[in-house]
């Protein structure tokens, strides 16, 4: 098929068009992630190791809120970030950054809800032994997060995977501005509209190979825990 | 190397990424347009133009007519190009532009598959077509999304004698995207559609699909541009805004518009002197 | 550590732990000395796990209480448990002593001879970067010990060391904890396997249902235990 051989050719070949878009989408969902990691994994610690009322509750939201659908958080992101909206002054609407703050508000959950669930899994393995020697509550979870942190690192590699792959939030906050606002699924998307498809696909393979990688680097994550693990 | 730049370059944007301001050009504006003028390529021609002469880096949102009219409505765009004039009047009588501008026109052509089975290939008159696809049940796919186009389609309809809201059935296919996606499907489904001249030639994706009828007056397609209100929404960049708006419609900008061409064919006629547009 | 209060004596009064409507121990009066080890006998379910963590300052009393050297409450740093399940820390066999060893306040400094001298007195001395979970049972036992010594405890609580190893692993821990023991740590050790109690008690107590039944000087709860329970259970009957 004509579409998939200058598809090759434009990623083999480095087309600067083709790889700005890469570099844009990575930045965004990378940054997302980063921040996601700030606020999630706290947050996830947190809600695993502390008791108050109404913390089942807290966590069958949690969970639930992975499934944010993509399109929901865009369009609250997007009535937020308006110049009518309450956040309108700082005049973040199609901008990168919106993209950034869009997803970041996908990922957190993702990335809280796995933390919460990894971290108490920990503690009941190690309540005991580090109650019985006798550590400090914030030792104990800088202990839980590093002797957890490939299942983390899993954690945020899955968010990232979300981030990436998702069009609908960055689409309606960003506007799929030519140059500006425009990441891999975001273009996929408008080409094959347009019926231009060797963009779109060379877009895809380059897609896909980043998914892969992701998931690779997670098997990886996952065989190194094993390794202290037992 | 590429990968530890892009992790470094995504912490130092992390950084900046919540302060308010954030990263934005200081001389661009937002413009609210139609996918189909994005479609038609317009903007990738003009727009290194507009920045060489004006300094002024426009970025593009392009949106069905109705989203782009409340797009500049909400304020979260500083200026509003589109190709619907009832609306554009529309949005000035309400006050959410203070001027409209006439700017260029492009026409419609009505595209159908080689096996044309309303068989109205070569007819001059718009409304006969219409009437003949509708008296066959031929397949028809339309924009469905408020857009200029699509309010276009429905004007010929009711031109045509055609209540579309009535008479339609299974043959009409109403798909609520660009002008794009209406054109990848009627070609995957062997059916007539609507379509602006200029999107049509920039095309990729033509397959069996051909003009069937072209020329009728009724199918001529008018382009009008405003600066959102200032007084409205005191964010507007209103200088830059109507910088663009002036750059349109002086000769010189004029003159850049008629020069779009695809395959050696004129796209847009520029009017902006025609004070009836 | 000069200086510090002893937590010795150990004295339960009428102390009741229950868990919901269950009663674990019910009104347990008794001292533990300084001394030779202190070995506790029971069926399973007798209680004894529970009076260990009681004793090492893990679990509250439900009724009754508990002091150390006289006092309420005490923090537990020259006290140490090794539990009957230990759980090895997702670090190398190294990284668990000095984790144990940074929680109770060595300096990093003197960690690492401090890590050597430990494993060599278990006898796991050479295999500092395996991951401590991939040690067999018995490795794993005698490094939960080396982890509890890190303390440097005055008193040792074990949770029923060798119930889950082979005579070889078996005969290895008690010789540690005998050579512990000589060292002047007060050793509070849980067992069911009566040979075991035979070799390292110098004091018995015999827990049934909660209660302490009988209790005192190994050779002469053996050779004439003065309750029908305590005969019963040393000619290995059942005590329902």
């Known amino acids: 098929m004509p579409g998939n051989v200058s598809a090759l050719h434009l990623v083999l070949t480095g087309d600067p068009a083709l790889y700005a878009i890469v570099r844009l989408s990575l930045i965004v969902s990378i940054s997302a992630t980063l921040f996601a990691a700030l606020i999630g994994v706290p947050l996830g610690a947190l809600i695993a190791l502390t008791g108050f009322r109404g913390r089942e509750a807290v966590i069958v939201v949690l969970n639930a809120l992975m499934g944010l659908p993509p399109v929901v958080v865009g369009l609250a992101v997007y009535l937020t970030l308006s110049r009518s909206g309450p956040l309108g002054r700082w005049g973040l609407l199609f901008t990168p950054q919106a993209m950034v703050i869009a997803q970041t508000v996908l990922v957190t959950p993702i990335v809280a809800a796995l933390t919460r669930q990894t971290v108490e899994d920990l503690w009941v393995e190690y309540r005991d032994e580090l109650t019985a020697m006798s550590v400090g509550a914030l030792r104990r979870v800088i202990t839980l997060i590093w002797d957890a942190r490939f299942s983390l690192v899993t954690a945020l590699l899955a968010g990232f995977g979300r981030a990436a792959a998702e069009v609908g939030a960055i689409i309606i906050v960003g506007g799929n501005i030519e140059g500006f606002t425009r990441t891999m699924t975001t273009t996929i998307a408008l080409e094959t509209s347009k019926g231009d498809l060797p963009l779109a696909v060379g877009l895809g393979i380059v897609l896909i190979t980043i998914v892969i990688s992701i998931n690779a680097l997670a098997w990886g994550a996952r065989r190194a825990g094993e390794y202290f693990a037992g | ?277 | 550590m000069s200086g510090l209060a002893s937590d010795l004596p150990i004295v339960f009064e009428e102390v009741g732990i229950a868990v919901g409507n269950v009663t674990i121990l019910d009104r347990i009066s008794i001292r533990i000395s300084p001394g030779a080890p202190t070995v506790l006998i029971g069926p399973n379910g007798s209680g004894k796990t529970t009076f260990l963590r009681a004793a090492m300052g893990l679990l509250p009393p439900s009724r009754g209480r508990i002091t150390w050297g006289g006092r309420e409450a005490s923090a537990p740093t020259r006290r140490a448990i090794v539990f009957q399940r230990p759980v090895m820390l997702r670090r190398s066999v190294a990284g668990n002593l000095a984790y144990a060893l940074a929680a109770a306040g060595v300096p990093g400094a003197e960690r690492e001879g401090r890590i050597a001298d430990l494993l060599s007195m278990v006898g796991l001395a050479g295999i500092e970067e395996r991951p401590a979970r991939r040690l067999s049972g018995g490795e794993q036992q005698r490094l939960s010990l080396a982890r509890a010594l890190a303390r440097d405890p005055a008193v040792l609580f074990l949770d029923e060391p060798t119930a889950s190893l082979d005579p070889a692993a078996t005969k290895a821990i008690e010789d540690i904890v005998q050579t512990v023991s000589s060292r002047g740590v007060k050793i509070v050790m849980a067992t069911h396997d009566l040979g075991e109690a035979r070799r390292l008690a110098g004091e018995i107590v015999l827990l049934h249902r909660g209660c302490v039944i009988e209790s005192g000087i190994a050779n002469t709860f053996f050779a004439a235990p003065a309750t029908e329970e305590a005969r019963r259970f040393i000619a290995s009957e059942l005590l329902l």
């Open chain 2, 1 to 277: 190397m590429h990968t530890s730049r892009t992790l470094i370059a995504a912490i130092a944007f992390s950084v900046t990424a919540l302060v308010p301001g954030g990263a934005q050009e200081d001389k661009s504006i937002v413009l609210a347009s139609t996918t189909s003028t994005q479609d038609s390529g317009l903007f990738e021609y003009l727009l290194p133009i507009v920045r060489q002469k004006t300094g002024i880096t426009v970025k593009v949102l392009a949106l069905g007519t109705g989203q782009a009219l409340d797009t500049g409505r909400r304020g979260d765009a500083d200026v509003v190009f589109v190709h619907a004039k009832p609306e554009e009047l529309k949005f000035v009588a309400q006050g959410e532009s203070l001027k409209r501008y006439p700017v260029m026109y492009n026409d419609f052509v009505l595209i159908g598959p080689k096996s044309d089975p309303a068989g109205i290939r070569g007819m001059k008159d718009i409304g006969k077509a219409l009437q003949a696809i509708k008296n066959k049940r031929a397949s028809f796919v339309s924009r469905g999304d408020r857009s200029g186009t699509h309010i276009a389609e429905l004007d010929l309809w009711r031109g045509a004698g055609v209540d579309i809201d009535k008479d339609k059935g299974a043959w009409y296919k109403s798909i609520g995207q660009g002008m794009g996606a209406a054109l990848n499907t009627a070609g995957a489904a062997e059916a007539y559609v609507l379509s602006d001249r200029a999107t049509w030639i920039h095309f990729k994706n033509k397959g069996d699909l051909q003009i069937v009828v072209e020329g009728d007056k009724r199918m001529f397609n008018q382009y009008g541009v405003m600066l959102v209100n200032p007084g409205k929404h005191p964010n507007v960049r209103k200088e830059l805004g109507q910088r663009f708006i002036d750059y349109l419609v002086s000769p010189d900008g004029q003159k850049d518009i008629a020069n779009y061409k695809i395959g050696g064919e004129q796209l847009f006629h520029p009017n902006a002197d025609d004070i009836g547009a």
